[in-house]
């Protein structure tokens, strides 16, 4: 027995009836699935699965939240997650992935979503996550500023200075002063 067997959808037994499923997926399931980004949440699933002339939709309804390390103190922070898609799916002789179309063997009748959910999952979580201004850990943000902050005087090769912004806990790239002069020039070559 599988430990995502209860993720198989059987669409050879779908004829034109439209079937819906719905999985709760726990911190048991992102222990199953065993992957770095996501290891705790609560997300609702609802699959819609319909099958239209020789080709089976699935659609995907995802409500609730995971719970990630945010970037800035590392950390758990609830992240909501909110997410719809679509999945066409046909039987075929062998599994492929072409275009938009899941090809599963038609021997097997049927197709496991398990690793397509949480893929949807992470993908709905933004490349950059934080908390809230002034959620993060004080004692962590002390310490960043500390070791982070430069003054604008202390400039890198490239003219940029990475700075704190106190207000929002958050660091910031500062561009260098050009002069003036020198920005006249930088419009000559994109006009021509």
């Avoid at 002339?53 to 970037?71: A, H, K, T, Y």
């Avoid at 004692?139 to 700075?163: N, P």
Wanted: hydrophobic share 35%.
């Amino acid at each position: 027995m599988s430990k995502f067997e209860q993720y198989n959808v059987v669409l050879k037994d779908i004829s034109t009836e439209v079937r819906m499923l719905e999985y709760d997926l726990d911190n048991v399931y992102f222990k199953k699935i065993d992957s770095p980004e996501v290891q705790k949440g609560n997300v609702k699933a609802k699959v819609t699965v319909q099958k239209k002339q020789n080709i089976f939709e699935l659609q995907f309804s995802l409500e609730g939240s995971v719970i990630i390390p945010c970037d800035r103190c590392l950390d758990d922070m609830e992240q909501p997650i909110h997410y719809k898609e679509k999945l066409q799916v046909k039987l075929g002789e062998k599994f492929s992935e072409e275009d938009e179309i899941v090809i599963v063997p038609e021997s097997d009748g049927g197709i496991n979503i398990a690793w397509f959910l949480y893929e949807f999952i992470v993908l709905n979580i933004p490349i950059k996550h934080v908390h809230a201004t002034g959620e993060c850990n004080k004692t962590m943000v002390t310490k960043l500023r500390k070791h982070i902050t430069r003054q604008k005087d202390d400039d890198d090769e490239e003219g940029t200075a990475l700075v704190f912004d106190d207000e929002d806990d958050d660091f910031t790239t500062d561009e260098a002063q050009t002069d003036p002069r020198w920005d006249g020039l930088k419009n000559i070559t994109e006009n021509n």
